[in-house]
């Protein structure tokens, strides 16, 4: 079955840090470029980040750059987003995404019409 599965989210304190993992099952997930969504309540989705397969280039939002790192570990078939300094504005559902043979990373990427998506999970960000 192909899927992605984003798992780590849960409540955290502002200030605090989580990491997310979205992991592949039936394809390789080395082999596509990778990017973290955000739907936060009563907004529109937000692209995060983007990582191209091979990790040679990567693109933030501002909103996050700094703060966000993503990251890979081809072995477990899985990407990561470590998030630190965390705001209660990060609240929302993350959803990660994968795209094959994409070669260089464009303004529009968050509009890109990517192949699988994960079924998210919930950040919320509260004291």
């Known amino acids: 079955q192909v899927q992605l599965v984003e798992s780590g989210g849960g409540l955290a304190q502002p200030g605090g840090s989580l990491r997310l993992s979205c992991t592949a099952s039936?394809?390789?997930?080395?082999?596509?470029?990778v990017a973290w969504f955000r739907r936060a309540p009563g907004k529109e989705r937000e692209g995060l980040v983007l990582?191209?397969?091979?990790?040679?280039?990567?693109a933030y939002a501002d909103s996050v750059k700094g703060r966000f790192t993503i990251s890979r570990d081809s072995a477990k078939n899985t990407a990561y987003l470590q998030m630190n300094s965390l705001k209660p504005e990060d609240t929302g559902a993350y959803y990660c995404?994968?795209?094959?043979?994409?070669?260089?990373?464009?303004?529009?990427?968050?509009?890109?019409?990517?192949?699988?998506w994960g079924q998210g999970t919930q950040v919320t960000i509260s004291s």
């Open positions: 995404a994968a795209l094959m043979y994409v070669e260089t990373i464009t303004p529009l990427w968050e509009h890109w019409q990517y192949d699988y």
């Open positions: 990582t191209i397969s091979g990790d040679t280039k990567t």
């Open positions: 039936g394809f390789t997930l080395a082999d596509y470029a």
